[in-house]
């Protein structure tokens, strides 16, 4: 069975963000403004995407 994943863009910048907020967009291994990554859909990572729900915009690969 197929793993889910789905693509995560880094929409705003991080400038002014508190620091553990910059840490988890690296973490999700975006690096700059409308950067696309694809990363497994786990609860650590949709965990993560919740907490910088402002900073990025989520679709389904």
Known sequence: MAKKQMKVTLVRSTNGTIGSHRETVRGLGLRRINHTV????????????????????????
């Open 38 to 61: 694809v990363v497994e859909d786990t609860p650590s990572t949709r965990g993560m995407v919740n907490k910088v729900n402002y900073l990025v915009r989520v679709e389904d690969a």
